[in-house]
């Protein structure tokens, strides 16, 4: 059971450059999100989405993009990469519970933009 | 969401008893108490949950007082596997869409030294 699944690990852009990061989740799972963390910080929410064909913005979407055809991808565009968008990226899943608050995470992408 | 507070940082030594304190004052009656556990270049992983009174799992035990405005993490004879970030995070499991959108503060970076 591979859980949730990020793509690449480790990423260098240049200013200007787009790029996708990937997401993949074999749990079934309907829900589904980014956060990016900045050094010392705590995670902060992009997006979300809860279910194929639905997603929302969360604290900080700015620069971002996401999509959800499918229950298992939840992939996170750049459009225009930025020095400020410098930071590791995690993804996560959620199953559909109104009793707990337990999220299963990637691995995460350090993105890196020169 | 409720806000939080817990300490900065925390050091302890192998075979102790480490009790983390987190300070919630204005939580809401729906608002579960989850801990949130996160090795650096990993994501977080979800430790325990509780509404009141207290919780046990495998991997720690959660202590709620009668009024809910604090908890405590408790982690059993730590080792140095456990030097980690410690996030203790207060919300609504339906509002939060059972963890899909989670507010992470700065945690507490706990150090375990032999």
């Known amino acids: 059971n591979a859980g949730v699944t990020q793509t690449p690990k480790f990423q260098v852009l240049k200013t200007g450059q787009s790029m996708t990061l990937q997401c993949a989740q074999d749990m079934n799972h309907e829900y589904m999100s980014w956060y990016r963390q900045d050094p010392g910080m705590g995670l902060r929410l992009i997006h979300y989405s809860v279910g194929a064909g639905i997603t929302d913005q969360g604290e900080v979407p700015n620069g971002y993009n996401v999509s959800r055809s499918t229950t298992e991808d939840f992939p996170l565009r750049l459009l225009s990469a930025a020095p400020s968008q410098t930071s590791v990226y995690f993804c996560a899943s959620t199953p559909i519970k109104s009793y707990n608050t337990e999220a299963f995470f990637g691995q995460g992408t350090r993105l890196t933009v020169v | ?114």
Request: glycine share 8%; net charge neutral; hydrophobic share 30%.
């Open chain 2, 1 to 114: 969401l409720a806000k939080t507070t817990q300490p900065i940082s925390m050091d302890s030594y192998e075979g102790q008893e480490v009790n983390i304190t987190c300070s919630h004052n204005n939580i809401a009656t729906n608002d579960y108490i989850t801990w949130y556990q996160q090795f650096p270049s990993q994501g977080p992983r979800f430790i325990i949950q509780g509404y009141k009174t207290k919780v046990t799992n495998e991997v720690a035990s959660l202590f709620i007082p009668a009024d809910r405005k604090s908890s405590t993490l408790s982690l059993p004879r730590v080792s140095l596997s456990d030097t980690a970030v410690y996030y203790c995070l207060v919300g609504d499991p339906i509002l939060t869409g059972g963890g899909n959108k989670l507010t992470f503060g700065t945690g507490t970076q706990l150090k375990v030294e032999l």
